[in-house]
C-alpha cells in the first residue's frame, strides 16, 4: 500500500499582529510606515540558535543590510548576534551598538581601502571576496590575522533570480583561487583562516543549506590535506528563505541543523578538524516576516484594470517593482471578507513597474482602508529611494510591552533638499 503524505497548506496569511493595534498605531502615526514585531523577532533569533546548539562556536550574523536600524540591531545583539556588514557605514552602525571585533563579519565586494581599514580598526573578521584582494589589504592597510575567502562555486551550484547563477554572479573566488589565495595568506603571516559563500537568496528548500555545508566542508578537508591548514571557521552565508506566498512552509531550521551536525559528524571530525566554528549571516530570515509596510489607500481608478493607489510606493519597498517579488497584502478589518476584487495596488512613482500587486484578488477596497504589505522586515526601508522626490517613510517598533516606538522618522522635504545649495529652493512652499 501506498501511503501519500498530505501536507496541509495554509492558502492564506494571516496578520500576526493584531488588526485592531494596527489601526490604532496607523490613527497616531501618519502612513506610510514600515512596524517591525520585536517579540517575533526574538522568537526567530532563537529558534535558528537552538538549531545549532550543538556547535560551540555557532554564531549568527545578522547581515546589517537588510534592516539597517540600530535599535533592530540592539535587540539582535541581545539575543547573541553578531553583525554581518557590507560597507563603511554599516560598520559604523555596528560600532554605535557595540557590536564589534570578531562580532563582526566584514563581507564586502569591490572594496575601497577605507572599508577595509575601518574594518581592520574594529577588529571585523574580514571575508575577501577576491584574490586581487590580498595585494590590495597589503598595499594599503596590511593583512590581519584572520582572513577568509568567499568561494562561488561556479557551474557546481545553482542560484535563483534574486543574488544570479554563481557561474553569472560578481562575487567571490573560483575553487583554484580559493587554494592559490590560503597560500598566499599562509606565506604572509596569516594565521587563522575562513571559508564562506553565499549561493542563493531566499531559498525555501532545506536540503539546499545541508549542500552548501557539505560543499565546504569537503573543501575545509582537502585545504587541510593539500595546504595543511586548518580553517577555523565556515560561513555558510545567508539566504535562508520565507514564505512570501500564501502555501509556503518555512525552512524547517531544526532540519538544517541536524542534518549539518550529521554532515560535521562525518566530514569534519574524521579528518580531525573539530572543534571548527560553522556561521551564518542570515536577513530576511530573521526580520523579514516580523516587518509590515502599513500604507492607506487614497484613491481607485478603472479603466483596462481595477486599480487602487496607495500612499506608499516603489520607493518605500522596490522588491515587487525590482524582482516581481510577491508581497501578501492584508486590508486591516477585512480579514475574512471574501477576496472577489481584482486589483492592481500601486504607488504613485512615475513607472509602470511601482506596483505592490498585480490582478490580485482582494476584498473590497475604500479610500481610507489600511492595508499591510507583508514580510517587508529585510530588504525592505532599507533599499528605499528617493526617485519622483519621493521620501523615505518612519520605521516603528512593536515592543513587547505592546507599546510602540519611533525608531526612525520619516524624511523630511528638508532632507531632500538638504544637499542642494541653491538661492530661493524652499523646502516647504506656502500653498495658496
Ligand atoms: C554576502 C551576503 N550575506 C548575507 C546576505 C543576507 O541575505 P538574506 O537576507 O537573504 O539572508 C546577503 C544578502 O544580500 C549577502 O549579500
New binding site residues.
Partial sequence: MVFVRRVPLLMTKRLSIDGAKIQEIAAEFPTPFYLYDEAGIRNTVRELLAAFSWCEGFREYF?V??TPNPHLLDILKEEGCGA?C?SLNELVLSEAVGVTGDWIMF?S?NTPANDYAKAMQLGALI?LDDITQIQYMLENVGLPEVLSF?YNPGPLREGNA??GNPEEAK?GFTREQLFEGYAMLKANGVERFGL?T?VA??ELNADFFVETARMLFEITVEIFQKLDINIDFVNL?????IPYKPGEQAVDLKHVGQAIHQLYKEIIEPAGLHPMKVLM??????T?PHGFLVTKAIHHKDIYRNYIGVDACMANLMRPGMYGAYHHISVVGKEDEPADQVYDVVGSLCENNDKFAINRNLPRIDEGDILVIHDAG??GHSMGFQYNGKLRSAELLLREDGTVQEIRRAETAEDYFSTLDYPGLVARPTLS
Fill in positions: 547581515a543590510k537588510a554581518d557590507s563581507t565586494n571575508n568567499r534574486i543574488i562575487y564562506h553565499m537568496s531566499n552565508g545567508g539566504g535562508i528563505g549571516e542570515n536577513g530576511r530570515m530573521i523579514g529585510a530588504h
